[in-house]
Every structure is written in structure tokens, then in C-alpha cells.
């Protein structure tokens, strides 16, 4: 099946600057990669997703890239603020798309 | 607004105990997820279903079943509760499967289940 890693697991920066996550997947039939974010004791809610068709998308302050051919992804965040503080999830769907495979998770700390 | 709620927020049961966890959204959503959530792990899917009645294994599915009678409530079973399925749980539904529009899923708030 899909296994999809992350990297890092914890991320801190300074308020302002960028920061980047970044994924791998192994299966090259997935066609679907979404991020969510998680704030402390909520829910994880969508913030951007990619398909396969796309190598770049963006959404305000936040980037998503996409290299089908070293299968692996990434989120651009830029001018960080503290509320961007959260955990980070990127997923990739299976062959079949009828699922999602998510990765370990970023935690990301700003701090001001 | 689509509201996926869950039945309890936080759970404590005994090993051997059956445990039900119910999940229930109001957007006439076809699919519905369950995912248990552990530290470094991510989310990890239990069972799917994509139709009332309709069941799939997801990627750890042993020592659970899943129960889906009415399109807008799916239910995690717990058959014999186990230490090691200490764990938050997040029920998901979404319009749509993985690959096609109207895939986002919305999570509800988890239920934390502690089995001592």
C-alpha cells in the first residue's frame, strides 16, 4: 500500500520567516495530495491540496509543490505568523482514490 | 457548514469492555472514516465506508469493526478493548472519494479513549 513520510516532525521559526515541509509518497499512481493543519485541540481542516496534474499551487501565504517524478511534495509557508503554530498533515491518495494515506505530521512552532 | 460530531469526547473503559464510538454528519456526505491518531503516527485509517451498509478495511483494521445503518451515522466498534488501542480517534465524512472534487473531508472533534 501508500506510505507517505514526513519531514521534519518538529519545525520551529522565527516569526516572519519561511517555513518548508516536505513529503515523500511510493505510490506513483497517487494523483491527489492535500494538507491539513491542526490546531491545538481542534480538528484537522484542509488548507491546500494539489493533483497530479500540477506542479505548483498557491494560496495566500501558503505553497504547495509537487515533483511526480522524485514523488515527493512540499508546503511553502511564508511571513510566518504565530497563528500559523500547528500541526501539519500531508496526505496522498490511494491507486484506487477511494482513500487517503497521511504522513507522520509536522508540529510547527512560530515564535514572535 | 458541514458539522461532523462525535459522540463523546473523552472515554475511559476496561480491558475486555466493548466500546462503541458513534459519528454523525449533517451534509448527506456518501463517505464516512475513521482514523485513530497517535503521536509521530499521523492519521491512520480503520475502516471506510462510501455507502450505507458498505464497508472497507483501511490500514489497521484488527480489533475493530465498523457499522454504517443510516448514510449520516458510522459507528467504530471496539469488540474486546485492548491497552494498545489507547488512542484519539477522528471520525471524517466528505462528498466525494480521495480523487475526485468535493474530496475534502471534515473531521470531527475526536474522542480520546483510554482502555486501562
Known amino acids: ?8 516532525s518538529t519545525l520551529s521559526v522565527q516569526e516572519g520567516d519561511s517555513a518548508v515541509i516536505k513529503c515523500t509518497y511510493s505510490d506513483s499512481a497517487s494523483n491527489y495530495f492535500p494538507w491539513y493543519k491542526q490546531e491545538l485541540g481542534k480538528r484537522p481542516q484542509l ?6 496534474n500540477v506542479g505548483e499551487k498557491k494560496d495566500q501565504r501558503i505553497a504547495v509543490t509537487l ?7 512540499s508546503l511553502h509557508i511564508t511571513e510566518t505568523q504565530p497563528e500559523d503554530s500547528a500541526v501539519y498533515f500531508c496526505a496522498a491518495s490511494s491507486a484506487a482514490g477511494n482513500k487517503l494515506t497521511f504522513g507522520g505530521g509536522t508540529r510547527v512552532l512560530v515564535k514572535p | 457548514d458541514v458539522k461532523v460530531t462525535q459522540s463523546s469526547r473523552y472515554l475511559v473503559k476496561r480491558t475486555g469492555e466493548k466500546v462503541f464510538l458513534e459519528c454523525v454528519q449533517d451534509m448527506d456526505h456518501e463517505n464516512m472514516f475513521w482514523y485513530r491518531q497517535d503521536p509521530g503516527l499521523g492519521l491512520r485509517l ?7 451498509k458498505m ?12 457499522s454504517r445503518e443510516k448514510k449520516e451515522r458510522f459507528s ?10 489507547t ?14 472534487p468535493g474530496n475534502e473531508q471534515f473531521f470531527g472533534p475526536g474522542t480520546r479513549l483510554t482502555v486501562l
Not at chain 1, 500500500?1 to 521534519?8: I, L, T
Not at chain 1, 488548507?47 to 497530479?52: E, F, G, K, L, T
Not at chain 1, 515533483?67 to 511534495?73: L, M, P
Not at chain 2, 488512542?87 to 475526485?100: F, Q
Open chain 2, 87 to 100: 488512542s484519539m480517534y477522528l471520525c471524517a465524512s466528505s462528498l466525494h472519494l480521495a480523487g475526485g
Open chain 2, 46 to 52: 480503520i475502516y471506510f465506508s462510501y455507502d450505507v
Open chain 1, 1 to 8: 500500500g501508500e506510505n507517505v513520510e514526513q519531514h521534519p
Open chain 2, 55 to 66: 464497508k472497507e478495511k483501511g490500514d489497521i483494521p484488527e480489533g475493530y469493526s465498523v
Open chain 1, 47 to 52: 488548507i491546500i491540496d494539489i493533483r497530479s
Open chain 2, 76 to 85: 467504530l466498534i471496539l469488540e474486546s478493548a485492548s491497552t494498545n488501542q
Open chain 1, 67 to 73: 515533483n511526480k517524478t522524485a514523488k515527493h511534495f
